[in-house]
Structure formats: C-alpha cells, structure tokens
C-alpha cells in the first residue's frame, strides 16, 4: 500500500464552539481528531491482526471504558482474582491496547502472550484489512445518540480546559447532527458495524449499553461466551459474574485513586486525564440538555438512517 500523507487524504473542519482549539480531519469518509488520523493510517498500513485477536470497537463516548474492563477482567479472571485485579491500579484504556495508539503494544502481545483484546474507534469501513481477512471477533457497543451526544460534548470541552459558558451546547449539537464529530457521522459509525454483522454472522457481537445496564449479568455472560471465555458454572454459582460486574461498576472505577487523579499518555499531545473517563454513566443525562426541537430533529435523522436495522438509539 503506497504511504499515505496527510494533505493528500484529508479535509480539515475547525469545531465552532471550541473555539478553534479542536480540529477533525476527513478521511476515509468519517472524522478524526488530528492526532489520531496518523495513527489510523499507520494502522491500517501495517497491522497484522492474528484470528485469536478479539476487537473492543465503539464510537467515542458509547460505554468504551466499561466494555473494556469488563472484557479485560473476564478474559484475565484466571490470572488475577477481583483483589489483585491489575483494573484496580490501571486505567482501562491501558488495560487493553488502542489500535490508533499503541500498535507496538499490540505487536509485542501477539509476540509474547495470548492476550486477544485490541480496542478501537476507527469505522468498520476504514479497519485494516487483515481485521477483515483474519476473520477475527468483533465487539460493538452502541448507544442512546442522546446521550452519545451530551457525553461528548463534556468530554471534548473538559479535555480542551473550557468552561460551559464558552462552549454553546446548541452548536456542539448542530455540528454532531450535521456528522461532524470524532468518528462521526455516528449513524454511519454504526452502519458499517452492522451490515458487517449481517455479512459476517458470528463474528460481531453489538450489545447495547443501555441494555448491559438494565440486566448485567446476561450480556457479561453473552460477552464472555463470545470472546471464548464462558463461565463455568462453579463459576457461576461461586458469584464470579456479579464480582467481576462490581468490580468494573463506574462506581467502584470512578472512586479508584488512579482513575481520579492519574493522566493517560501524560507524555503525549492527545494526553487526558483519568477523571475525565468517568463522567456520570447515567441515561437519560440529555434531558437537561435538549431542546424540544433538538430531540425532534436528531430522533428523526437517526429514524430515517437506521431504518430497517431493527436498531433503536431514541
């Protein structure tokens, strides 16, 4: 594949209600935070996924963080019990490996261990092929494009140090709907993991965050058979789903000294502290937020592109 360049593949949008300080590049159809297009290039140039390899994908602020501990304590159980669990110093971002970031950490796990999980955010449409080729198992969590929405908008703003009063909810809204957000559009997002699971029965799980939150148990246990980890039933019946679901609860990781006070890649320009990976994990949050009109139009859109899915983000 001919190396790619940044001018040569990108269109650049400055977000209006940053104030300048956030700019998403175009490629590929989808939009990227600056910092991370290189990375999804780099990827997508020479990333060799193994057909053990397990993918966390979601967009951007769909229940990444939970899926990932939760994925990470089922697939580590044998080698770390709930007390010595490595979530409870480490933040679940470094727990399991970002494809946009950590490549070399991905390589050296196929090198030397068996530990399958990668996570990513990178759209069905522009994964590495050998994602595609190696036939590998993907995880997909969506969610409530509400809340999606609102979740992002504190991300974003708390990430760039900006107070809500310079940063007008109502254009962060506009331009999400418009499809101009950090892998957006999310319809779009969405659709590309959901037609590959038609195409490819088996091998892409979606679970629905809002779901996962009303019945823990059953999706842990779905999550688990899928990624070839089941549950025993001495497992079972010795309470280790419901430990592991405690353990990676947002109220047990939110509380966590490392994830109050710690910083993710504190030595790189996309650093982020921890906190900020923990806002509320409620749903519904949006209410204070949408205007009637706003939950007209944005439920009307997401109707019209995921009809005929079966998918319901309202």
């Known amino acids: ?8 593949t990108v ?12 700019t998403l590049q175009n490629y ?6 600056q910092n991370l297009h290189e990375g999804t290039v ?5 990333f060799k996924a193994q057909p053990s390899d397990v993918f966390i ?20 159980r044998q080698t770390f019990d709930e007390s010595m669990s490595p979530l409870l110093t ?15 950490q991905i390589e050296e796990n196929h090198k030397k261990t068996n530990f399958p999980l990668v ?15 190696s036939n590998c198992k993907i995880v997909y969590i969506y969610r409530n494009t509400k809340d999606v929405i609102v979740s992002y908008y504190h991300f974003i703003r708390k990430w760039l140090n900006m107070r809500v009063e310079d940063a007008p909810f109502e254009e962060a809204f506009l331009e999400f709907y418009q499809g101009i957000s950090w892998c957006g559009p999310y319809w779009d997002h969405i659709l590309g993991y959901w037609k590959a699971s038609m195409e490819r029965p088996g091998k892409i799980l979606f679970l629905k965050y809002e779901d996962m939150k009303r019945d823990p148990t059953s999706n842990v246990k779905t999550l688990a058979e899928f990624i070839g980890h089941p549950f025993s039933m001495e497992e079972e019946e010795a309470g280790t789903i419901e430990n592991i679901i405690k353990l990676c609860s947002f109220e047990n990781l939110s509380n966590l000294e490392v994830n109050k006070s710690g910083k993710h890649r504190p030595e790189t320009s996309t650093s982020i502290e921890n906190r900020l990976y923990f806002r509320k994990a409620k749903d519904g949050d949006w209410k204070k937020y949408f205007t009637d009109e706003m939950v007209r139009k944005i439920d ?6 995921l009809s005929g899915t079966g998918l319901v983000l309202n």
Request: proline share 7%; with cysteine.
């Open 57 to 76: 994908c979601s967009f951007p602020k769909t229940g990444t963080t939970w899926l990932k501990a939760l994925a990470f304590a089922i697939t580590t």
């Open 11 to 22: 269109a650049e949008h400055t977000s209006s209600w940053s104030q300048g300080r956030l």
């Open 119 to 133: 996570s990513t955010h990178i759209p069905y449409p522009c994964l590495p092929k050998s994602i595609i080729d």
């Open 28 to 33: 590929q159809g989808f939009w990227n935070v």
């Open 42 to 46: 780099l990827a997508q140039q020479s």
């Open 1 to 8: 594949m001919e190396k790619l360049t940044l001018k040569e």
């Open 90 to 104: 480490t933040l679940p971002h470094e727990c399991v490996p970002f494809l946009e970031e950590d490549l070399g």
């Open 300 to 305: 009307k859109l997401v109707d019209q592109k």
